[in-house]
Structures are given as structure tokens and as C-alpha cells.
């Protein structure tokens, strides 16, 4: 058997045996892991564990998650005038924060204004969701997910013991999320800091650490100071359709964007600036808009051009308004 062939078999095996395993057997492979990978105790995770419960209501969150809807019916949600008054008024009592965070890692105060409002509408809806909950839920029996999801509770473990958490206390959304910002486990341990200096990277209860924490996930990501975000297209003949991809990824330049019958008008871009085109379903027609680098960076906090859009617009809202 040719080496490349006996690979793909095996590797088709353990799917197929990764696909079988049941929710029982699934955790006794997370616990064996904690166990000899981190260090915990057996007894520990195990009770941990068993003290969670199966949440079919967040089984029924993650099929209908509102980035499925079209634009035309997303954005309405988040672009309001309540959430604008409420940022505004957050920017206005956290403006030296933002400042700081502004200075520091590049990140304007009106995308991180606008993150913690679409988020979290500035801390009043965090989610009630038990975290463990969620994430035993979905990493235990949401098939299409569950390695992830899995991943996400050992770095809640690793989160818990590393920030003297209850495990079993933590709230957040039905996938996990938690804080002001709505970072997951593995975004907590990573890029949450603490901006406030009191020895604590609190993004439960703290503005001032999400902040912080939401600039430096953006800082990380790639964020580059005083560029662009996006610009509205235009777009003639068919050929542009071909650049039309559901991948986030940037694949084409600007000089092939406009080759393909894309035009920006009053904008002058590098023919090699790495771009993306996108498209936008509104009740009549596609809107079109040309992503640049940061709007990819905006998609790492929410792998959705719909809600990068929407933070987007909502930033530029609120700059608007405070200038």
C-alpha cells in the first residue's frame, strides 16, 4: 500500500471512530486529557463535569445564528438609535480609557466603543447562560462543532484555575462567550489584560479591562493604525462575480478588482493593496463594498462580514456623532 493511501485510510479510520464515540466516551477522553495533558485531577474534572447539564436550548441558538439572516435584516438590530445614545454616553465617561487604549495599540476608540455596544450593549446583556453548560453542550453533542467547542472548555479549566474562577458559577452566551467584550476561554487567557493596573484582568465586571482587552485583541490580530476600513464598490459587466467568495480570506488584489469592472470612486488605492469584495443583500439589490485589511481584522473577533460590517457602520456612526 502506497504511503499516502495508508494514511488516508487510517485517517479516515479514526474519523469514522471520532464521528461513533458517544457523549459518555467523549468525556472520558476530555477528562484522561485534562488529566495527563494539564495536570488537573481526576476527581475534580470529573465532578466538574457531571455537574454540568445539557442545554437543548443552546443546541437551538447555534442552528439559527443571526449572521445567517440577509443584511437587510441584520444590520436593523444593531444599528439603532438607543445603542448609538448608549455608546456615545460610554465613550463620553471612558474617553481617558480610550484615549490610552487609542495610544497604545492603534485601535480607534469608536471600533472599540462599537465592539462592547454590539456585543454586549456596554455590559447589560452578558449572557445567562452557565458557560459550562454551553460548553459541555456543545462540545459533547453538537457533532459539527465539537472539537472546537471541547477545546474551548479545556481553556475554560485552564482560565478557571489560572484566574481563581468557579468554573460553575461563570455566565455568558449560549456558545461560551463571556464579559463586557464577549471573549471565549481561549480569547481570555490570550488577549485579556489588565488595563486598570489593580492586578486583575477582570472582563466580567470591568469596562476598563474590556477596553483594554478589546485593543489588544485587535492590536494582535493585525490591526494597522490610521488606515481604512472599508469603502462602498461599484461594480459593471459580470466579470466581478467571479471574485465573489463566502471565504474571508484576502485572494485578489485591487489592481484585479477593478480589471473585473469594480470601481471606488474618490479613492486612491495601491494596485496591489490586498482587498476583498463583498457583497451585501439588501431587499432589492447586492450592495457592494470593497474590505480592506482592517475589515478582515474585524472578522477575527466574529468570523462574519455581516457583523464586521455592522461594527463597521456603527463605528463610524458613533465618530460621527461625538465629532
Not at 184 to 193: F, K, L, M, P, T
Request: aromatic letters at 14%.
Amino acid at each position: 500500500m502506497k504511503l499516502v493511501s495508508f494514511i488516508s485510510v487510517m485517517f479516515l479510520s479514526f474519523s469514522v471512530s471520532a464521528a461513533q464515540s458517544s457523549p459518555a466516551e467523549l468525556q472520558q477522553q476530555f477528562i484522561e486529557t485534562m488529566v495527563t495533558k494539564h495536570n488537573f485531577d481526576r476527581d475534580f474534572v470529573s465532578q466538574t463535569i457531571a455537574k454540568s447539564k445539557v442545554n437543548h436550548k443552546i443546541l437551538s441558538a447555534i442552528a439559527k445564528p443571526w449572521e445567517a439572516k440577509p443584511w437587510h435584516q441584520y444590520y436593523p438590530i444593531f444599528l439603532t438609535e438607543k445603542r448609538l445614545n448608549k455608546g456615545l454616553a460610554f465613550w463620553q465617561k471612558h474617553k481617558q480609557t480610550l484615549l490610552k487604549a487609542e495610544r497604545e495599540t492603534g485601535v480607534p476608540a469608536q471600533i472599540i466603543v462599537a465592539i462592547i455596544g454590539v456585543e454586549t450593549f456596554y455590559g447589560t446583556y452578558t449572557g445567562n447562560y452557565s458557560v459550562l453548560d454551553a460548553l459541555t453542550t456543545l462540545g459533547f453533542h453538537y457533532p459539527p462543532r465539537a472539537t472546537f467547542f471541547r477545546s474551548e472548555l479545556a481553556q475554560l479549566f485552564l482560565l478557571a484555575r489560572e484566574e481563581n474562577f468557579d468554573i460553575t458559577a461563570l455566565k455568558g452566551s449560549y456558545a461560551g462567550a463571556m464579559g463586557w467584550g464577549q471573549f471565549i476561554s481561549s480569547s481570555y487567557r490570550h488577549y485579556a489584560v489588565d488595563f486598570d493596573g489593580d492586578g486583575v484582568r477582570d472582563l466580567l465586571n470591568n469596562p476598563v479591562d474590556a477596553i483594554g482587552s478589546v485593543a489588544n485583541y485587535f492590536k494582535k490580530h493585525g490591526w494597522k493604525a490610521g488606515q481604512d476600513i472599508a469603502y462602498q464598490a461599484e461594480v459593471s459587466g459580470n466579470q466581478y462575480t467571479k471574485l465573489l467568495s463566502k471565504s474571508l480570506k484576502y485572494k485578489h488584489t485591487w489592481q484585479q478588482l477593478e480589471n473585473a469592472g469594480v470601481q471606488i470612486p474618490h479613492q486612491n488605492i495601491n494596485a496591489q493593496q490586498s482587498v476583498k469584495l463583498l457583497a451585501f443583500e439588501q431587499v432589492n439589490n447586492q450592495e457592494y463594498w470593497l474590505g480592506l485589511p482592517n475589515f478582515y481584522v474585524i472578522t477575527r473577533y466574529n468570523h462574519s462580514p455581516l457583523y464586521a460590517m455592522a461594527v463597521f457602520q456603527f463605528s463610524q456612526q458613533l465618530k460621527q456623532a461625538m465629532n
